[in-house]
């Protein structure tokens, strides 16, 4: 099986290229290879092998830049996306494009259901929006699978900027009212290794939108207490967390207030497990506090 990737490098991309069996290739080229925010090089890069299944774990992700970068943001995460579904259509080759819980506007007051109205609060939502539609639009076999909260050894995330933190201040003020899940980028990367596997293996299945989390629900506070629960005997000194607003905690971008994300569908369909977020936070922090080169 033969796989192209996109965002190779990002925190999914290194947690998916970990996890890849002997038996499948991947082909993950990089941004001198391929940049998508002027991505002439898509067509000529499906062309170029038999691929089996496009991933894309490219985007850009940086929400509060992307108030003031729109055409950028837009530019790599809905033309990018565009174009590749589009090549890839042609080819018959099936996707698996990435998404966010940031394409909800957090009211619903319930886990959002993969068909539920969409209503992005910020640029980097919206561009991400806009990328799920063009993917549908295309018209090929394509799974959109949205995620949220990821965290890694790897790259920019609130765990690792929890951990900065921690050298610097005494005492963190973290928001108390927006929930999620927390999600480890290496159990997104074994489901989106399952939905690939099963959309190679299995040509009549179709594609669709699903969600995928790790089990379980709470807010950036608690997120952040949990860090410091896991990580704090190996820490030089654990901060006090205090619970705060986010009316006390401006950012550029808005961000939705509850968006958590039903995954039943996900877990019925394809051959995904689940693991709960603070299963994967310790084994996370684990092996984030081992590494040197994170
Ligand atoms: N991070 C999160 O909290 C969440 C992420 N998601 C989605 O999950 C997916 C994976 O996110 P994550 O792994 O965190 O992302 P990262 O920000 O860690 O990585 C982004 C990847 O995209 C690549 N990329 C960005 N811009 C370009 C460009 N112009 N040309 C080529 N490559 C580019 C980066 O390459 P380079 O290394 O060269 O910069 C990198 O490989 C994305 O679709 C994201 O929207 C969804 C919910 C939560
Ligand atoms: C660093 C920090 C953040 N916060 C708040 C700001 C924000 O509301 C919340 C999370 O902050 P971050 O900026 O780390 O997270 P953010 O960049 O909003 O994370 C999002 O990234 C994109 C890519 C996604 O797709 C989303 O699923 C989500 O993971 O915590 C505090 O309250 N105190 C702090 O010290
Ligand atoms: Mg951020």
């Given amino acids: 099986m033969n796989i192209l990737l996109l965002g190779g490098s990002g925190q999914l991309g290194r947690e998916i290229l970990l996890q890849t069996p002997p038996r499948v ?13 002027a991505p002439d090089a898509i067509e000529a890069l499906i062309d170029s092998q038999p691929f089996d299944v496009v991933i894309n774990a490219a985007a850009y992700t940086a929400v509060d830049r992307a108030e003031e970068e729109r055409d950028r943001a837009f530019a790599i995460n809905a033309e990018a996306p565009r174009r590749l579904a589009a090549a890839a259509a042609r080819e018959g080759v099936p996707v698996l494009h990435v998404s966010t819980d940031y ?31 063009a993917v549908r639009a295309a018209g090929g076999r394509a799974v959109i699978l949205r995620t949220a909260w990821l965290y890694s050894p790897f790259g920019a995330n609130f765990l690792k900027t929890m951990l900065r933190l921690a050298g610097e201040r005494d005492t963190l003020r973290v928001v108390d009212d927006q929930r999620g899940t927390p999600t480890a980028a290496a159990s997104l990367a074994a489901a989106c ?17 699903f969600h995928y989390t790790d089990a379980g629900e709470t807010t950036w506070c608690g997120f952040a207490r949990a860090i410091f629960e896991t990580a704090g005997s190996r820490l030089a000194r654990v901060p006090a967390v205090a619970a705060i607003t986010t009316a006390e905690y401006p950012t550029p971008a808005q961000r939705p207030a509850d968006s ?3 995954c039943t569908d996900t877990l ?4 995904v497990v689940q693991p709960d977020w603070r299963a994967t936070l310790a084994t996370t922090v684990e092996r984030l506090l081992r590494r040197t080169d994170s």
Avoid: I, M, W
């Fill in 25 to 37: 290739r991947v082909a993950a080229p990089g941004r001198d290879e391929l940049d998508l925010a």
């Fill in 103 to 133: 394409v909800f506007d957090g009211r619903k007051g319930a886990p959002y259901r993969p068909d539920d109205p969409v209503a992005p609060l910020g640029v980097y939502g919206a561009s991400k929006e806009a990328g799920e539609q």
């Fill in 193 to 209: 290794l399952a939905v690939a596997v099963r959309l190679v293996a299995d040509p009549n299945q179709p594609g669709g939108t």
């Fill in 260 to 262: 958590r994300l039903d």
């Fill in 268 to 271: 019925a369909r394809f051959a």
